[in-house]
């Protein structure tokens, strides 16, 4: 019987080459991606109000059209994180490939 709960040490582990690692980056980093991206949309609609005299809300402080900003910004995050991160993934298993 094989103990599968722990692995030799002396053998390398393989990862996987198929696409499923690459959906994994993808999903994790794209809710990373829209969240963070929001933040900082956020805190950018917060100076564009303060350069343009437009006045925060009274009682929460929120800026003008901060929901505008937070949506375009998370959109943006939510595409480019993923997508930067699943192609330097790439670039990377071709190159571990290739030296091999």
Known sequence: MRDTDNPD???PEQ???GVW???????????IGFFGTAMIS????KL???AT????DAETGAPCNWLTWAVRG???GMVCLPSFLIWRMRQSRTAHTNSE
């Not at 956020?42 to 609609?45: C, F, N, Q």
């Not at 005299?53 to 925060?56: V, Y």
């Open 42 to 45: 956020v805190l950018v609609a």
């Open 15 to 17: 990862t996987s080459t």
């Open 48 to 50: 564009v109000g303060v």
């Open 9 to 11: 040490p002396l053998v």
């Open 53 to 56: 005299g437009c006045t925060a």
């Open 74 to 76: 998370g959109i943006l």
């Open 21 to 31: 690692p690459y959906v994994g980056v993808g999903c994790m980093t794209a809710v």
